[in-house]
């Protein structure tokens, strides 16, 4: 069972991902960010359990 809860983690399994499913969660994220949200909030977490829900239903 993959668990993912940095970024770092994302991006080590970034490679096992959809292309079209690590697109989608890196402009989620990069949106997020830049309309003023932190790394630590909880729409991030909910990018990192969809990477997740993804690869472990591969």
């Not at 993959?2 to 969660?25: E, H």
């Not at 969809?50 to 472990?56: G, Q, R, S, T």
């Amino acid at each position: 069972m993959i668990k993912i809860n940095t970024i770092d983690d994302l991006n080590k399994y970034a490679s096992k991902l959809p292309r079209v499913v690590i697109m989608d969660i890196d402009k989620r994220i990069t949106d997020w960010l830049a309309a003023g949200g932190n790394k630590e909030d909880p729409y991030i977490n909910q990018q990192f359990k969809y990477a997740e829900n993804v690869l472990n239903n591969i």
